[in-house]
């Protein structure tokens, strides 16, 4: 079951600015544990977008960036291009469930 | 470079068993916290399960008591036992590393394998 709520879709046309919510609760996000954020092409593996909240590994666009604030959390998507289209993850811990917890998951469709 | 290979899934009959390994290279399984994540057909991600690197592990509700990992250190390879077995584990499997020296608060996922499918049915 998962226990963070992200929006089911999200749509903007290329170079537009898009962002994607992901609520939790005190638990989770709320408790201070940190978010990240994942994206996964059709039939592929999911792939590491950004961790520790606002941080983005190495080869990540600058495009991509995160914030969070009190239980929730927020990852935009700027200038966006045809190749952002896929599904994105939110991702934290919970300590009442004493394991990892993921985002319900958004859509992303590039106009 | 850092790999992640799984290989096991397949077909099992409801209440049945099934092993799924994760072969590792370019790093050390038993330094790092490994992870196992599924995802159900044309549904979201759900953590299994995580080991620690000290050895100690622990499971999300869904699979307590019916799962357990466990890992070779000499294959460098991490192991995921699924017994009892129902429909709604029927899911691409994934193995998950969390970096070593992470300062934040919890853990993620820096790489993961190309996942292996299960599927339960009668």
């Known amino acids: 079951q998962s226990v963070l709520t992200q929006p089911p879709s999200v749509s903007g046309a290329p170079g537009q600015r898009v962002t994607i919510s992901c609520t939790g609760s005190s638990s989770n996000i709320g408790a201070g544990y940190d978010v990240h954020w994942y994206h996964q092409l059709p039939g592929t593996a999911p792939k590491l977008l950004i961790y520790g909240n606002n941080n983005r590994p190495s080869g990540v666009p600058d495009r991509f960036s995160g914030s969070k604030s009190g239980t929730s959390a927020s990852l935009a998507i700027t200038g966006l291009q045809a190749e952002d289209e896929a599904d994105y993850y939110c991702?934290?811990?919970?300590?009442?469930?004493?394991?990892?917890?993921f985002g319900t998951g958004t859509k992303v469709t590039v106009l | 470079e850092v790999q992640l290979v799984e290989s096991g899934g397949g077909l099992v009959q409801p209440g049945g068993s099934l092993r799924l390994s994760c072969a590792a290279s370019?790093?050390?399984?038993?330094?790092?916290?490994m992870n196992w994540v599924r995802q159900a057909p044309g549904k979201g991600l759900e953590w299994v399960s995580v080991t620690y690197s000290g050895g100690g592990t622990h499971y999300g509700d869904s699979v307590k008591g019916r799962f357990t990992v466990s890992r070779d250190n000499s294959k460098n390879t991490l192991y995921l036992q699924m017994n009892n077995v129902r429909v709604e584990d029927t899911a691409v499997y994934y193995c998950?590393?969390?970096?070593?020296?992470?300062?934040?608060?919890?853990?993620?996922?820096?790489?993961w394998g190309q996942g292996t499918l299960v599927t339960v049915s009668s």
């Open positions: 998950a590393r969390h970096p070593l020296g992470y300062g934040g608060n919890g853990y993620y996922f820096d790489y």
């Open positions: 370019g790093f050390t399984v038993s330094s790092n916290f």
């Open positions: 991702q934290s811990y919970d300590s009442s469930l004493s394991g990892c917890v």
